[in-house]
């Protein structure tokens, strides 16, 4: 019958030290953009006003809309944020994937369907299927 404490606290102790190692790694600072995604700088809104102010040092501004119905917002929201997150980490996986996230917390995965182009005076971009476009 000791055995069973015993194993919940060796549960408990493997538990503890897998959460200190992956704070660890996520609490990293932020990289600055790579030179070949230097493109993705700046302020990018959305039709519904979701936006997203990407900073060249690595750190990203969201404001979302968290009330809104519209299936582009769903999209596009962190969720597990308050409607406005400041200095979020911006890594990017690859071509495909921006990521924005919290130290510590992953919160939300893009996929880049499109990088951004030029389409007239306007700069565009296309993540999760949502047209985002950027402010001069």
């Given at each position: 019958?000791?055995?069973?404490?015993?194993?919940?606290?060796?549960v408990?102790?493997?538990?503890?030290?897998?959460?200190?190692?992956?704070?660890?790694?996520?609490?990293?600072?932020?990289?600055?953009?790579?030179?070949?995604?230097?493109?993705?700088?700046?302020?990018?809104?959305?039709?519904?006003?979701?936006?997203?102010?990407?900073?060249?040092?690595?750190?990203?501004?969201?404001?979302?809309?968290?009330?809104?119905?519209?299936?582009?917002d769903?999209?596009?929201?962190?969720?597990?944020?308050?409607?406005?997150?400041?200095?979020?980490?911006?890594?990017?996986?690859?071509?495909?994937?921006?990521?924005?996230?919290?130290?510590?917390?992953?919160?939300?995965?893009?996929?880049?369907?499109?990088?951004?182009?030029?389409?007239?005076d306007?700069?565009?971009?296309?993540?999760?299927?949502?047209?985002?476009?950027?402010?001069?």
């Amino acid at each position: 019958m000791k055995q069973r404490p015993l194993r919940k606290y060796l549960v408990l102790v493997f538990l503890l030290m897998l959460y200190s190692f992956t704070s660890c790694i996520s609490c990293k600072g932020p990289k600055p953009i790579p030179e070949n995604k230097k493109a993705f700088i700046g302020v990018w809104i959305s039709h519904t006003g979701f936006k997203m102010d990407i900073r060249s040092l690595g750190t990203a501004d969201v404001t979302e809309n968290n009330n809104s119905s519209n299936p582009d917002d769903n999209k596009l929201n962190i969720g597990v944020t308050p409607e406005y997150s400041k200095d979020m980490l911006v890594e990017f996986s690859g071509d495909s994937l921006l990521i924005i996230r919290q130290p510590t917390v992953r919160a939300r995965e893009y996929h880049i369907n499109k990088n951004p182009y030029q389409d007239g005076d306007t700069c565009r971009m296309i993540l999760n299927g949502v047209l985002l476009i950027k402010q001069k």
